[in-house]
Structures are given as structure tokens and as C-alpha cells.
């Protein structure tokens, strides 16, 4: 089993910046493939960014393209995302989550091939 943990998230005004951690206990993730997804009221979760497990691969949505920048640090069993350029539609409750299986690039977009998922951590941005 894994046990994630997410913090970071705060209340920030547009072009503002945070950086979410997600921390994981009970397993190294240094095998595990993870990924951020979002989740804004009335809407579903959808996919943000994921990483390989040794770092050396990364997927964006379109939408945090250039502004978003997830990375990880084994060493710590901690995934982090780096959120610059904020804007109020990227208000909503990010979750991190983790993978242990590979696959196509697609595949890390679906929230149901992900084996573990976090608790969330609200990001809330003022206009």
C-alpha cells in the first residue's frame, strides 16, 4: 500500500505562484509513474501532469503547458508541482496519484489506471 499526502495548496492571487508537494509513505515510489490531476466544483478530475519514475519523462496538460512543471525527488519519496502564471480557472482541488504499470502517454490522462490516490489540497485563485 501507499499513502499519499499532498500540501502546499493556499489562496493566491492570479500570477501568483505554489508549489504542491505530494509525500508518500509505506512504499518507495522510486518504481511508480505519478501524476497531478484537478478537480474544480461541478467539474470532473482531470489530468494535470505525470512523471516517470526515475524523473526522465514528463506530460502536461495543454492548459498548464509552460507555466506547470512537475518533478520528483526519490530520495525523499516526494512528488512535487511547481505552479507559475496562476490563474483563477486553475482553481480547483489537486490530487496527486500513483501508477506502478506502464503504458502510453494517453493512458496517464485516465484517473482509473492509477493505483493510489491522495487526499487533495485546495489551490484557490483570486482575480
Known amino acids: 500500500q501507499v499513502q499519499l499526502v499532498e500540501s502546499g495548496g493556499g489562496l493566491v492571487q492570479a500570477g501568483g505562484s505554489l508549489r504542491l508537494s505530494c509525500a508518500a509513505s509505506?512504499?518507495?515510489?522510486?518504481?511508480?509513474?505519478m501524476g497531478w490531476f484537478r478537480q474544480a466544483p461541478g467539474k470532473e478530475r482531470e489530468f494535470v501532469a505525470r512523471?516517470?519514475?526515475?524523473?526522465?519523462?514528463?506530460d502536461y496538460a495543454d492548459s498548464v503547458k509552460g507555466r506547470f512543471t512537475i518533478s520528483r525527488d526519490n530520495a525523499k519519496n516526494t512528488v512535487y508541482l511547481q505552479m507559475n502564471s496562476l490563474k483563477p480557472e486553475d482553481t480547483a482541488v489537486y490530487y496527486c496519484?500513483?501508477?506502478?504499470?506502464?503504458?502510453?502517454?494517453?493512458?496517464?490522462?485516465?484517473?482509473?489506471?492509477?493505483?493510489?490516490w491522495g487526499q487533495g489540497t485546495q489551490v484557490t485563485v483570486s482575480s
Open positions: 512523471i516517470s519514475g526515475g524523473g526522465g519523462s514528463t
Open positions: 496519484a500513483a501508477r506502478r504499470s506502464g503504458g502510453a502517454p494517453w493512458t496517464f490522462t485516465i484517473t482509473g489506471n492509477y493505483d493510489y
Open positions: 509505506g512504499r518507495t515510489i522510486s518504481s511508480y509513474h
